[in-house]
Structure formats: C-alpha cells, structure tokens
C-alpha cells in the first residue's frame, strides 16, 4: 500500500514539476512572436527634419469658392502654411500667379458664391514669387469678423503643380478626389460614382490621387451621423481597396477627416475597412485630413504636417509617397466600432464659439522610436493629453500621455482587443486631433492569409462604359455637344478629339 502511494505522490510531483517548467513557457508564448514592424516614418531624422504645415485640398472663387485667389494666398500665407495645393472642382492649378481655365456652368450655377461670376484675377508676379520664398511683406491678414493673423515662419509657401478636385458634377452624393502633378480633368465632369477612370489616367500621367471626403458618396444624404460607430458596407470596401490595389504607386489614400468632420465622422472606420483587404496584398493607402476650403473661416479646420529634409516640391512628393506625414484636425466627431469616441468629450460648438481654428496649437507627433528587437513603439508628441491605438477597426489600447511620450509594447501591454496586420495611433488634446499612418505589423515567419478583393462591377462602372460608348458614337462629333462643352465646360472639344 506504501509503495503504491508513493508511486502516485511521485507521480504527482513529477507532474507538478512539469508544470512549473512549461508554465513560464506558456506565459511567455505569445513574447515568441516577433514582429517586423514597417514604419513609414522610419528614415525621418526628426533632429534635422522639419515638419511643414501643409493644406492637400481647398478652393477658390476660380470654381466654387468665396475668395479670389488673392486673399486664398493671404489668408493661408498669414496661417503660417507652407505648402498649398489649391484643388478648384475640375479646374487645374497652373500657379497662383496664372488664370485658370475655367468651368462657366459651375460659376454660373454656384454664382452666389463666386461672387456673380467674377473675373479672376491671378497675384502679380511679385507677390507671388514673395509668397514661395517667404518675403512677400504682407504678412498680416484681418478677418471680416475682424481677427488678426499674422505669419510667424520666414519659410517660403510651396505651389503644388496641377492641383484638381475631380468628378464635379454629381447630380446627388459627391464622388470626388484630388489630384496633383498630372495634366487631367480641367473641365470634365466625370460620371457618377467613377472615382477608377480618373484615379488610372492621372497615374498613368504620373501623377498622384487622394479620394477626398468618401462619406459624402457612401451617404448620400449626407447624414453620417445616423451611422456613427458602424462598419460601411463591404461593396464600398472592395471598390475603394480596389482602387489602392490597381494604383499602388499613384492613388495614394484618402481623406479620413475633412473641414468639420461632418460628413467624414465614418471614414475612419471605412479606411481601417479597407486597410485589412490591402495589407495583405501588400499595399498601405495612407489616411489624410484637409480643410476642403470654401470661404475664410473654415482655411485652417484641418491640415497635413509633412516631415521632410527640406521645403522643395520634390521632397514633399517623397513624403507623400512614403506616408511621412501627420493629419491634424479642430474636430473629431468619430465614435470606434466598439463605442469610444476619439475624443471623448469633444463638443463641436465649442470651437467656434472660442474660434479655436485658427490657432495651431492641435497635437502634433515630435518622434516616433521603433524598437524591432523588443517590438515596442514609442511615440512623442506635444499638445496632446491622450493616444489611442487602433489595429484592424478596433481600439487596442487608450492611454494618457506621460510628458508628451507613451510607449506601445506589443508583447507585455494589456489589450482591449488582439493588435493585428497593423496598428496605428491618434493623438487628441483640447484643441484637436492628430493622426498617424498605419505600421504593418509582419509576424516572422508567417505570412497574412490572402485577402480577395473582387473588382466591382457596379452602376458607375456601367454608366462609364454607357458614357464611352455614347462619347464615340454621338457626342464626340456632335457640334450641339461641342458647343455646350466651349460654352459650358471651358475647354475647346476639337482639340481633344484624338486624346
Ligand atoms: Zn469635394
Ligand atoms: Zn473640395
């Protein structure tokens, strides 16, 4: 009988014994895991670097904006902007110092706004060449409800070439984006939900797109409040993601917040929707905020911070290229899937009643420190008092900041969801939000399982091939339709016959 129970008692302990052995292994599994992290903002000396305060998408009075293209100059030349890409509704920007060719039906019809059709009337050369070397003396801008601006910089205020808005005219829900560098669009209309025409030929000029304010063609109505903290529906997913997957060096993102987040309040969502079909195909469209300007007070609600080693267009192309830059904005009515609001507590109203957007003092990112062998992300930051990290449309992590800098450890934090194919993060502070691009989070030796993102063929794709076909066969070489395009799309029809 003694025998027996000693061979169960060292039975037992050999068991126990085992047990302590493998428990640290098992604690420690998921540490097995290492992580390749790919930084877009890896190659940033943010010693010597600059971040230069940046606007991708505004308008003037050229299409459907309040102000002519002087006082659009001074007021963002005394917001201390330093780079500009002014983005008419199909009208190319050949410098702010030349007339565009213009689009008369869209004066007409927005005539209150462009001022009864007013002749425009581009800065003189001397000015112009002031503001992109940063001496023109005029350095002051007084609002009509009487603000003072003033530039504090003494750098120069970049053109960005051939900037468009595309796709103008939509009966309801507009399709729009933005392009740049690519001599495309100035006078089209586009077609109805076809935001893959123009995002192909302005690649295939070698030019660059963002798809602007996608919440404002998912939502028709506009209404996006209705649907705050929702997935959007897969069809917009795969038509979007399918656009990144065909021009991966050319359609480089898309708006996730624009002006007053009103009608974008979703896009986030959407983008991290989007993000999970093409990572693992291997392309990451990077998320950018705009202000979308239309008259005074909305030219500074939102705006890009561009990381570059030098203010020159080429460097700025890089930096768009290769995602070094942070989109801030004055509002954030974004609610997580799971329930957070990005900023909790943030009250619309209050920024304009304490005309919070015109200061600059939103969250910016300072340094971001990558640790490959412990697999932690360091961010720095001022202006900001919160990070939240967001891996696959879920909040991973909401912290405070300790002094401006917080640490992500992907193997010893405690998750509120598991981080996966990627992460990135936000700052929020009182006056703002500020967002990061995403960081593809590679597992050594394992592979993402492969995502199809089938191409959708859809009412736009449809009405494209109608409009095509019509083109050839009827309107081409139709002197009626002729007429109507130099009258009312600005371009001669004749010359663009064989293009
Ligand atoms: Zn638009
Ligand atoms: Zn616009």
């Known amino acids: 009988m003694i025998k027996k129970h000693k061979k169960v008692l060292s039975v037992i302990l050999t068991c126990a014994m085992l047990l302590t052995l493998a428990l640290p292994a098992l604690a420690s599994a998921p540490s097995e895991k290492n992580y390749i992290i790919e930084n877009p903002y890896d190659g940033i000396d943010w010693d010597a670097w600059d971040d230069y305060k940046t606007q991708l998408h505004c308008h003037t009075n050229a299409s459907d904006g309040f102000l002519p293209v002087q006082q659009f100059c001074d007021m963002h030349y005394a917001l201390n902007y330093e780079i500009v890409a002014l983005t008419d509704h199909g009208t190319l920007n050949r410098g702010w110092n030349v007339a565009p060719e213009i689009v008369p039906l869209m004066r007409i019809i927005k005539k209150e706004r462009t001022n009864n059709n007013a002749p425009i009337i581009p800065v003189d050369e001397e000015s112009y060449q002031g503001y992109l070397n940063g001496t023109n003396p005029d350095r002051t801008y007084t609002t009509t409800d009487g603000d003072l601006l003033e530039r504090t910089t003494t750098n120069g205020m970049l053109d960005v070439p051939l900037g468009n808005e595309q796709n103008m005219a939509t009966p309801f829900a507009d399709c729009h984006l933005t392009s740049y560098w690519a001599e495309y669009g100035q006078g089209y209309a586009g077609v109805f939900g076809d935001y893959e025409t123009p995002c192909r030929e302005v690649a295939e000029r070698d030019g660059i ?9 998912v939502y028709p109505d506009k209404d996006s409040a209705d649907h705050v903290g929702q997935k959007i529906d897969e069809y917009y997913v795969n038509k979007f993601a399918r656009i990144f997957l065909d021009n991966p060096d050319n359609s480089l993102g898309m708006g996730i917040n624009s002006a007053t987040d009103a009608h974008t309040r979703c896009d986030r969502i959407l983008y991290d929707q989007i993000l999970q079909k093409t990572i693992p195909n291997g392309v990451v469209p990077w998320g950018n905020t ?7 007070t909305s030219i500074n609600d939102a705006y890009t911070m561009s990381w570059m080693p030098e203010l020159t267009l080429d460097a700025f192309r890089t930096c768009l290229e290769k995602g070094q830059f942070f989109s801030v904005s004055h509002f954030s009515n974004g609610v997580e899937l799971n329930g957070m609001e990005e900023m909790p507590g943030f009250v619309e109203q209050d920024v304009y009643d304490t005309e919070a957007y015109w200061l600059d003092n939103t969250p910016q990112v300072t340094r971001i420190t990558v640790d490959q062998d412990a697999d932690t992300i360091t961010v720095e930051g001022v202006n900001a008092n919160i990070i939240t990290w967001v891996s696959n449309g879920n909040v991973i992590k909401r912290e405070s900041l300790e002094n401006g800098k917080a640490t992500l450890d992907l193997h010893n934090d405690e998750f509120l969801d598991e981080p996966y194919l990627y992460v990135r993060f936000y700052l929020s502070g009182d006056n703002g939000i500020c967002y990061a691009n995403p960081m593809v989070l ?11 993102v089938p191409k959708t063929y859809d009412l736009p794709w449809f009405l494209r091939g109608l409009v095509t076909v019509l083109d050839v066969a009827i309107f081409k070489f139709n002197p009626i339709i002729w007429i109507f395009k130099y009258f009312g799309l600005g371009y001669n029809p004749i010359e663009r016959i064989f293009q």
């Open 209 to 217: 797109t963002f798809l602007s304010h996608v919440g404002e063609y």
């Open 442 to 452: 590679n597992v050594e030796g394992e592979e993402f399982a492969p995502v199809d």
């Open 290 to 296: 705009f202000a979308d300007s239309h008259n005074e």
